[in-house]
């Protein structure tokens, strides 16, 4: 099985910006890894037209966050804030992308921020965003793209927190499944020579934890890649999340949709890990 399994391909990498200093480090990880895969990058930014049509719900007020101080709310103050905000986000991806001296395309898209980033997605290999976000009024959204995009986008999705550097180590969350090799695959392939690839294994079953420690070891020699193994119990797997908390570089790898692992069990890498999270669909074995 393993001489068929590849790692993602990526020749297109989708980045969704906003205002956020989540998005900004997004921005900074999706040209490492566009540079990784010789790959084209897109940068998009939308105006929200949800935003847009609450401005124009009549009497509807802001109530200050620190002076109580109460103020109208008017589109044309939120259309402001947008220009502004796709002014500075167009001119920080053009300077990032200069720099390092990649080609890149930025489009500024008006719409339903999800369906639209759902549209744009399907015509990439790899979508970038940051894991929460600020609204053109400067308020916390609580990551509530993020969320919808990790249910319904079925492309690899790296989430990327403020001050998360790509690096390493890189660890993998393992299951024995297609998708499980597509993720071993990729982390191997986003390796450094001489790096340890971290393999997290579930040992619930001493078994099936034996038989899976056996094939990797194997697939490792072939593929002539340093491993470390590390065994947890899904009743105990917060101590492992304990130990890498303060970890701001490096990389998470696992599966998007899972089938035979506690669905809890990622629901708490989602919410626990610093690091940038790389998830990985099923389709991505298709």
């Known amino acids: 099985m393993t001489d068929e399994i590849q790692p993602i391909r990526v020749e297109r990498i989708l980045v969704a910006l906003d205002s956020s200093s989540h998005s900004f480090f997004a921005l900074k990880a999706a040209v490492e890894m566009a540079h990784h895969y010789n790959a084209s990058l897109k940068g998009v930014f939308i105006h929200d037209s949800k935003l847009l049509n609450l401005a124009n719900i009549p009497f509807l007020r802001e109530v200050g966050e620190y002076t109580a101080i109460t103020r109208e709310i008017s589109s044309d103050g939120i259309t402001r804030g947008m220009v502004v905000q796709s002014r500075w986000i167009t001119q920080t991806f053009h300077k990032f992308t200069n720099q390092t001296g990649l080609h890149g395309e930025f489009e ?69 499944s297609p998708v499980g090799w597509v993720i071993l695959e990729t982390g191997r392939d986003l390796l450094n020579t001489g790096e340890n690839l971290n393999i997290l294994l579930n040992e619930d079953s001493v078994e099936e934890y034996r038989s899976a420690q056996k094939k990797i070891r194997s697939w490792a020699v072939e593929k002539q890649i340093n491993i470390a193994f590390q065994a947890y119990k899904t009743e105990s797997f917060d101590r492992f999340l304990d130990k890498i908390f303060h970890l701001k570089i490096g990389l998470f790898i696992m599966p998007h949709i899972i089938e035979d692992m506690n669905q809890s069990l990622i629901e708490k890498c989602l919410r626990s890990i610093s690091l940038p999270i790389l998830l990985i669909q099923q389709q991505a074995c298709d």
């Open 108 to 176: 500024i898209l008006h719409g339903n921020i999800f369906q639209i980033i759902d549209q744009e997605a399907e015509k990439c290999d790899l979508l970038v965003i940051g894991k929460s976000g600020t609204n053109p009024l400067g308020k916390p959204r609580l990551g509530s793209t993020a969320r919808l995009v990790i249910k319904q986008v079925k492309k690899p999705l790296l989430l990327v927190e403020e001050n998360d550097q790509l690096g390493h180590p890189i660890f993998v969350l393992f299951d024995d």
